[in-house]
Nanobody, 126 residues
Framework: QLQLEESGGGLVQPGGSLRLSCAAS????????IGWFRQAPGKEREGVSC????????NYADSVKGRFTISRDNAKNTVYLQMNSLKPEDTAVYYC???????????????????WGKGTLVTVSS
């Protein structure tokens, strides 16, 4: 079965850190460009960060620049999102998505992707 699975979410205090993982099973992520998206309660899903299949291109939403870092380890078939200095407004379900198509600077636009994970909940609260 071909699927993506996110992990690493949880409850963290403001200012804290979490690292999310996006692991693929049934296929290799080497050929895929990956995006992280999030959906907060009552809001539309939005792009957070993306990385090209080589890792040479990354992009971030303005709201997370300087705080979040996307990376990938193709040997482990996993993409990561390191989230530091978390704020209550970062609370959301975080999804990863994989696509063979390269979106470049528009990779943060929500839309159709080849694969989506089911999401992991991040709650930032004291």
């Amino acid at each position: 079965q071909l699927q993506l699975e996110e992990s690493g979410g949880g409850l963290v205090q403001p200012g804290g850190s979490l690292r999310l993982s996006c692991a693929a099973s049934g296929f290799t992520l080497d050929y895929y460009h990956i995006g992280w998206f999030r959906q907060a309660p009552g809001k539309e899903r939005e792009g957070v960060s993306c990385i090209s299949r080589s890792g040479g291109f990354t992009n971030y939403a303005d709201s997370v620049k300087g705080r979040f870092t996307i990376s990938r380890d193709n040997a482990k078939n996993t993409v990561y999102l390191q989230m530091n200095s978390l704020k209550p407004e970062d609370t959301a379900v975080y999804y990863c998505a994989a696509d063979l198509r390269y979106y470049g600077n528009i990779c943060l636009r929500d839309g159709v992707r080849d694969y989506w994970g089911k999401g992991t909940l991040v709650t930032v609260s004291s």
